[in-house]
């Protein structure tokens, strides 16, 4: 999801659960760079391996953003006995993509996942599900194309359909800042605009820098694509309550994409699990990442045993 989003006036920013001196995406994991296929080339992921008694985790990135989101909770994870398995979406960081904008709208990118979740289900079993923002949408198409393929769905700072208010802004100037200077113009703009939040100059410099690196690595045509994809989606709530699968809806309590208040009446229409993630904004996982792993695991560990 696009960094730095103006705060809004009636909603103070939460005090982050975030040391100054976290590196956060660059937190220790141990995990190993793999290759994975997709429907459209291969795609980068973090595997933490080994056989997953407690389960396997499939984790999907949102927008601009990649695998390293899930970082400070791999190594926990791995710890308790999950496999867990984060991939960059095809266009993002380590994952090349298409030319073509249109080969970026939820359907085809959740195919790439659906391509990854069979390929797991033949190594540890099917997996858990878990989808940051964009990848919430893009995880959700996942299940409705093949609710069996997954034992739950985990919806992180995601919402129920398009995305809307002031981040909607920064996308309308995407189109032309990537006309008139491409994906560096794009970058250098953002940056400026994040150093006029206190919460992102408290970011430490290297991963300022990652965050930097990263970003000018994103596929123009997937910036493109994916925002529209974003912009546009439908409310498929409804459909998503009728396959059955499991979905856990967590948030940070200050997330400034989808309001906390929207994300709840969506788990209140799936009849789901809701949790609220303290200390959070939009990035749960870095944000307050010992908290999200007990949201995470009470979760999972909570399932009958057949989606287990």
Known sequence: MLPGSPETPDRPAPVLAVAPDDLRQLADHDA??????????????????????????????????????????????????FRVVAVDQRGQFESPGPDDPAAY????????????????????????????????????????????????????????????????????????????????????????????????????????????????RNTAAGLRGMADAMTTEPDRVAELA??????????????DAWPPAVQADMAARLGARHEVVPGAVHSPAVENAPHTLKVLESFWSALPAAAR
């Open 32 to 81: 190993t760079l793999r290759t994975l296929p997709g429907r459209a080339g291969p795609l980068a992921a973090l595997d933490t391996g080994g056989p997953g008694p407690s389960g396997t985790v499939l984790m999907v990135a949102g927008y601009t953003g990649s695998k390293e989101d899930f970082a400070p909770l791999l190594a926990p994870l791995a710890a308790d006995g």
């Open 105 to 216: 709208s939820v359907p085809e990118l959740a195919a790439d996942v659906l391509a990854v979740a069979h390929l797991l289900a033949g190594e540890t079993g099917p997996p858990h599900l878990l989808g940051h923002s964009f990848g919430g949408l893009v995880a959700r198409a996942a299940v409705l194309a093949d609710p069996a393929a997954f034992r739950s769905l985990t919806l992180l700072g995601s919402g129920p359909a398009a995305l809307t208010g002031p981040r909607v802004e920064l996308l309308d100037h995407l189109g032309p800042l990537l006309d008139a200077g491409g994906v560096e113009l794009v970058s250098a703009t953002l940056e400026q605009l994040a150093m006029t939040d206190p919460r992102a100059r408290a970011v430490p410099a290297p991963t300022r820098a990652f965050y930097t690196r990263r970003f000018l």
């Open 242 to 255: 009728a396959t059955g699968v499991p979905v856990l809806v967590a948030h940070g309590e200050g997330d």
